[in-house]
């Protein structure tokens, strides 16, 4: 079955830049989209379309896409950021949707 | 605002029944695909299930499959899903979420999503 693969954790110092990767092999053919979800709390749309940021979203939130592999680039983070983000994309035939296996942002 | 809340979760033997519900507010859920994802604490996100505007359609992750059933009422604006013979892998919080691009042969996001609801089988 068709899976996403995310790291498990990234690490940053607050005002750095944190890049979450997400890959899959049909990611060139199918969009994706991000999620934050913080503890206790349901995931809330951050990035949908590989790159456009969903309403109420900072601009400091940005998504790309190249090849089988797409990133979330969360710039100058701030404490609040910590949470997990998982990606979300579909099979290259788009007959069922896989979500990435997560990654917690941690700021340090 | 568009919000989703959720209603009936808890704790069930294994073997037993549960029927969750979703109630839209703010929206006119009847126009939509309409979703369930869940998650074991502290894990991934899995999809579960979704219905076509219309109800006509419907479709199963294979793990619930035979089991659950999805359905709305969109006279109440409300989403359901039926879970029978549960057993302890079924036991997540269960979201509900709507897809206002999605399609028979589309994807797309989920958004929002409801509050999610814990349901637990153990004996």
């Known amino acids: 079955s068709y899976t996403l693969t995310q790291p498990p954790s990234v690490s940053v110092s607050p005002g750095q830049t944190a890049r979450i990767t997400c890959s899959g092999d049909?990611?060139?053919?199918?969009?994706a989209f991000w999620y934050q979800q913080k503890p206790g709390q349901a995931p809330e749309l951050v990035i949908y379309?590989?790159?456009e940021r969903s309403s109420g979203i900072p601009e400091r939130f940005s998504g790309s896409s190249a090849g089988t592999t797409v990133t979330l680039t969360i710039s100058g983070v701030q404490a609040e950021d910590e949470a997990d983000y998982f990606c979300?994309?579909?099979?290259?035939?788009?007959?069922?949707?896989?979500f990435g296996g997560g990654t917690k942002l941690t700021v340090l | 605002e568009m919000q989703l809340v959720q209603s009936g979760g808890g704790l069930v033997q294994p073997g037993g029944s549960l029927r969750l519900s979703c109630a839209a507010s703010?929206?006119?859920?009847?126009?939509?695909?309409m979703h369930w994802v869940r998650q074991v604490p502290g894990k991934g996100l899995v999809w579960v299930s979704r219905?076509?505007?219309?109800?006509?359609?419907?479709s199963y992750a294979d793990s619930v499959k035979g089991r659950f059933t999805i359905s709305r009422d969109n006279a109440k604006n409300t989403l359901y899903l039926q879970m029978n013979s549960l057993t302890v892998e079924d036991t997540a919080i269960y979201y509900c979420?709507?897809?206002?691009?999605?399609?028979?042969?589309?994807?797309?996001?989920?958004?929002?999503w409801g509050q999610g609801i814990l349901v637990t089988v153990s004996s």
């Open positions: 979420a709507l897809c206002r691009y999605c399609s028979r042969t589309t994807w797309d996001r989920f958004d929002p």
């Open positions: 703010g929206f006119n859920m009847s126009f939509y695909w």
């Open positions: 219905i076509n505007s219309d109800a006509r359609t419907t």
């Open positions: 049909a990611l060139p053919n199918q969009f």
């Open positions: 379309k590989d790159s």
């Open positions: 979300q994309s579909a099979d290259t035939t788009g007959s069922y949707v896989v």
